[in-house]
């Protein structure tokens, strides 16, 4: 089992700045992708961007240029910096992990929120015009 436990969320402005972070803990040796999805009210989850243990990534063209996925697996931590953000960006983030899986596109299964391993329980982004 792994456990995942974002922080990092808040208020912030339209073009300001915020850091998220997921660490995670239990069978962290089994984890191969993790990342973030989104939703906001009367949304959809959406995947916001995912990176794998090799450090490859995937990233939405709504938040490409200004957020920035990255992981320490010392730590087993993920981290996503988001920069410039504007009031659309305003969602729960959630921290999404992946054992190991068979596939031809392993971040491209991502696109999708269903079919993950393991979730955190989010935490809360609004951004203020």
């Known amino acids: 089992q792994v456990q995942l436990v974002e922080s990092g969320g808040g208020l912030v402005q339209a073009g300001g700045s915020l850091r998220l972070s997921c660490a995670a ?23 916001v961007a995912a990176i794998t243990s090799d450090g490859d990534t995937n990233y939405a063209d709504s938040i490409r240029g200004r957020f920035t996925i990255s992981r320490d697996n010392a730590k087993n931590t993920v981290y996503l910096q988001m920069v410039s953000l504007k009031p659309e960006d305003t ?10 899986h068979i596939s031809r596109d392993i971040l491209g299964d991502w696109e999708l929120a269903g079919g993950r391993d393991y979730w955190g329980q989010g935490t809360q982004v609004t951004v203020s015009s």
């Open 25 to 47: 803990s239990g069978s962290v040796f089994e984890i191969h992708v993790m990342g973030w999805y989104r939703q906001a009210p009367g949304k959809q989850r959406e995947l």
């Open 91 to 100: 969602a729960v983030y959630y921290c999404a992990a992946d054992l190991p």
